[in-house]
T-cell receptor
Framework: EPEVTQTPSHQVTQMGQEVILRCVPI?????FYWYRQILGQKVEFLVS????????KSEIFDDQFSVERPDGSNFTLKIRSTKLEDSAMYFC??????????FGQGTRLTVV | AQKITQTQPGMFVQEKEAVTLDCTYDTSDQSYGLFWYKQPSSGEMIFLIYQGSYDEQNATEGRYSLNFQKARKSANLVISASQLGDSAMYFC?????????????FGAGTILRVKS
């Protein structure tokens, strides 16, 4: 069964460093998303992406964040200068129709 | 106001019994979709079931069914014949509007523990 794949599963980075989280959405899907979940809290929307541009972003998604679809399969989230409060589980998701949204297994980001 | 409210922080259920996880939502849109996800301790988000606002029948997927009461703005998840592997966090989420790409808004979740 097709699935959304995220790498790495866990990333530890020093405060101030840049980090890139990678995702391979389901191949025929058209809409891509990043969400995050701070430990013990609800899942929060960061950004949606369609037709090679951002469709919507939340107030969390400030200038430190960027997304890219560098080729036909990958979808990346870059955090330019990580802060302690960026520590969270980051989920990539993709969808083709309104009736679904499939998530990857997540990347646990720890900023030290 | 919260878009999605899950009032039960934690629930226990005996193995093989049914359990209902509550979800109420708030939207002024006529077109919206409601989703349920399971998050086991390993952390992944597993899509369980979807209900569209215009769907005439309540959604069912195997042991999962959605008790959709539009007038009450509730979309409760019913898990029948609970199994130990059902122990997890369960999230209700909503996508508002007609656009396929609209974001999901999540509730705070309910932790379900299945007892043997």
């Amino acid at each position: 069964e097709p699935e959304v794949t995220q790498t790495p599963s866990h990333q530890v980075t020093q405060m101030g460093q840049e980090v890139i989280l990678r995702c391979v959405p389901i191949s025929n899907h058209l809409y891509f998303y990043w969400y995050r979940q701070i430990l013990g809290q609800k899942v929060e929307f960061l950004v949606s992406f369609y037709n090679n541009e951002i469709s919507e972003k939340s107030e969390i998604f400030d200038d430190q964040f960027s997304v890219e679809r560098p080729d036909g399969s990958n979808f990346t989230l870059k955090i330019r200068s990580t802060k302690l409060e960026d520590s969270a589980m980051y989920f990539c998701a993709s969808t083709l129709t309104r009736r679904e949204a499939f998530f990857g297994q997540g990347t646990r980001l720890t900023v030290v | 106001a919260q878009k999605i409210t899950q009032t039960q922080p934690g629930m226990f259920v005996q193995e093989k019994e049914a359990v209902t996880l509550d979800c109420t939502y708030d939207t002024s849109d006529q077109s919206y979709g409601l989703f349920w996800y399971k998050q086991p301790s390993s952390g992944e988000m597993i899509f369980l079931i979807y209900q569209g606002s215009y769907d005439e029948q309540n959604a069912t997927e195997g042991r999962y069914s959605l008790n959709f009461q539009k007038a009450r703005k509730s979309a409760n998840l019913v898990i029948s014949a609970s199994q130990l592997g059902d122990s997890a966090m369960y999230f209700c989420a909503m996508r508002e509007g007609l656009r396929t790409g609209n974001k999901l808004v999540f509730g705070a979740g309910t932790i379900l523990r299945v007892k043997s």
